[in-house]
């Protein structure tokens, strides 16, 4: 059996920066990754509700309902 030593170690390769040309994407946090999570679920969830909200109304965009719709979803009173 055949053994070649190599000159890079694990070490190396995982600490040396990426080639010139590449285009390497830098990984977020888990705490970044978390809370872009959260904030992902809470857009979707007051998408379906303006859905719904829309479709009990007779499914038309008026004035009205887009006023309604700020006043009740978009505004930061629950907060």
């Given at each position: 059996?055949?053994?070649?030593?190599?000159?890079?170690?694990?070490?190396?390769?995982?600490?040396?920066?990426?080639?010139?040309?590449?285009?390497?994407?830098?990984?977020r946090?888990?705490?970044?990754?978390?809370?872009?999570?959260?904030?992902?679920?809470?857009?979707?969830?007051?998408?379906?509700?303006?859905?719904?909200?829309?479709s009990?109304?007779?499914?038309?965009?008026?004035?009205?309902?887009e006023?309604?719709?700020?006043?009740?979803?978009?505004?930061?009173?629950?907060?």
């Open positions: 059996m055949a053994y070649a030593h190599s000159v890079a170690t694990t070490r190396d390769v995982l600490t040396t920066k990426p080639a010139a040309g590449s285009k390497a994407v830098p990984r946090g888990l705490f970044r990754r978390l809370i872009a999570a959260i904030q992902e679920a809470r857009m979707r969830a007051a998408e379906r509700e303006i859905a719904l909200y829309l009990r109304s007779g499914g038309r965009f008026t004035d009205e309902q006023r309604e719709i700020e006043r009740r979803f978009l505004s930061n009173s629950g907060w």
